[in-house]
Structures are given as structure tokens and as C-alpha cells.
């Protein structure tokens, strides 16, 4: 199963992104998918997840602002955050909780957020 993030780049203190990430590679069945991000010096953290069957968790941080979607016939998972703060800067990974063959996590390559003014 491969992961392709795309949708980061730099924007200002309270604006807003969207970020995307397919799925693909033959025949799988995906349980979870969702993001996590790592910032300069820091451990990769959960941003967000949904299930299957659409249940969702977050961050404390990001409550309120960021909001996590999926297209399972697509395969897809976003992420829309509003409300971004510097303290977002970093690296988003999207992640995916796959059976191909055996259950396994899966890691797209990441795509760098950066919120500055």
C-alpha cells in the first residue's frame, strides 16, 4: 500500500489548508487512516484519525480547528485546518491502518506545512 500526501505549503497565521492523501496499490481493506505530524526537534504526534466508520479523534490542540474526512471508495483521507498557528508548523504524514495480506501500518512520505507571517 503506498501513501501520496500532497496539499501543504506556507501560509499566514490564521489561514487555512487542506491536505489529501490516496491510497494505493492493489487490493486492500483499510481500517484507519489519518495524520500525524512531526515538528524540528520534536516526536511525531497524532494530529487526527477516522475509522471506517467514520468515527474521528483529535488533538487536544487542534480541536475545533482542523477537521478530518475520508472517501473510502476512493481510498482518500483529508485534512481541512482553519485557525492555523505557528505552533502547526511541521511535517504531516498521512497514515493508514491496511490489510494486504497481513494488517499492517502504513506511512505516506510527509508534506511540510509551514505557518508564518
Known amino acids: 500500500v503506498q501513501l501520496q500526501a500532497s496539499g501543504g505549503g506556507l501560509v499566514q497565521p490564521g489561514g487555512s489548508l487542506r491536505l489529501s492523501c490516496a491510497a494505493s496499490?492493489?487490493?486492500?481493506?483499510?481500517?484507519?487512516m489519518g495524520w500525524y505530524r512531526q515538528a524540528p526537534g520534536n516526536q511525531r504526534e497524532l494530529v487526527a484519525i477516522?475509522?471506517?466508520?467514520?468515527?474521528?479523534n483529535y488533538t487536544d490542540s487542534v480541536k475545533g480547528r482542523f477537521t478530518i474526512s475520508r472517501d473510502n471508495a476512493k481510498n482518500m483521507v483529508y485534512l481541512q485546518m482553519n485557525g492555523l498557528k505557528p505552533e502547526d508548523t511541521a511535517i504531516y504524514y498521512c497514515?493508514?491502518?491496511?490489510?494486504?495480506?497481513?494488517?499492517?501500518?502504513?506511512w505516506g512520505r510527509g508534506t511540510q506545512v509551514t505557518v508564518s507571517s
Open positions: 497514515y493508514a491502518h491496511a490489510l494486504q495480506n497481513v494488517w499492517s501500518n502504513y
Open positions: 477516522i475509522n471506517d466508520g467514520g468515527f474521528e
Open positions: 496499490g492493489g487490493v486492500f481493506v483499510i481500517n484507519v
